[in-house]
Nanobody, 121 residues
Framework: VQLQASGGGLVQTGGSLRLSCAASGHTFSTYDMAWFRQAPGQEREFVAVISWSGASTYYADSVEGRSTISRDNAKNTMFLQVNSLRPEDTAVYYC???????????????WGQGTLVTVSS
């Protein structure tokens, strides 16, 4: 599986962004998918995960209530909508995939290249 993240950019505090992760390969619909992020000088951290069917989702406390992870298996694409953006959301956002995902980076074999989100105060 090859993953391509997009949708990052510069946004003001309080704004919104919708990130996309396009996947190649015909096994996309069998993989759990997730978003992680990495701020400068910090460890990569979990943001959200969605099950292969889309029936189950789970969010980090830092984005819970203002983010929505979703997927379109027919289009091999996953999304992350983040609202009420804060300066501390500034990071490179990565999408990841694995047959059985979780909340740790080691849970995922496949990674996209990342897309930068910058939130100005």
């Amino acid at each position: 599986v090859q993953l391509q993240a997009s949708g990052g950019g510069l946004v003001q505090t309080g704004g919104s962004l919708r990130l996309s992760c396009a996947a190649s390969g015909h096994t996309f619909s069998t993989y759990d998918m997730a978003w992680f992020r990495q701020a400068p000088g910090q460890e990569r951290e979990f943001v959200a995960v969605i099950s292969w069917s889309g029936a189950s989702t789970y969010y980090a406390d830092s984005v819970e209530g203002r983010s929505t992870i979703s997927r379109d298996n027919a289009k091999n694409t996953m999304f992350l909508q983040v609202n009420s953006l804060r300066p501390e959301d500034t990071a490179v956002y990565y999408c990841a995939a694995d047959e059985r995902g979780g909340t740790m980076t080691d849970d995922y074999k496949y990674w996209g290249q990342g897309t930068l989100v910058t939130v100005s105060s």
